[in-house]
Nanobody
């Protein structure tokens, strides 16, 4: 069993930045794909970014098109932590952001495929 806890959400003006953090329990954190999803009111949960460790200093990340160039996902396997650096935030980025984990060789973008979820952290971007 893996427990996932997010932090770092808040209220920010458009154009600002936030960094979300997600700490996962377990001794095999490096084996897991760690992903970030978001869900706005009345909308389905959507993929934001995910990252896989491929060994050494090699990581593979995938991003949803609307956040490419603005968001950066990273992970620190020694700290069992994954980060989502969000820059140039827009009002449409407002949502509850969830961290998720899945043990897999490839990065799925469908939230149904992830096994472990955090409770979510609210990100609100004002115009």
């Amino acid at each position: 069993q893996v427990q996932v806890v997010e932090s770092g959400g808040g209220l920010v003006q458009a154009g600002g930045s936030l960094r979300l953090s997600c700490v996962a329990s377990g001794r095999t954190f490096s084996d897991y794909i760690m992903g970030w999803f978001r869900q706005a009111p009345g909308k389905e949960r959507e993929f934001v970014a995910a990252i896989r460790w491929s060994g050494g200093n090699v990581y593979f990340a995938k991003y949803e098109d609307s956040v490419k160039g603005r968001f950066t996902i990273s992970r620190d396997n020694a700290k069992n932590t994954v980060y989502l650096q969000m820059n140039s935030l827009k009002p449409e980025d407002t949502a509850v952001y969830y961290c998720a984990a899945k043990r897999s060789a490839t990065i799925p973008m469908d939230y149904h495929e992830y096994d472990y979820w955090g409770q979510g952290t609210q990100v609100t971007v004002s115009s």
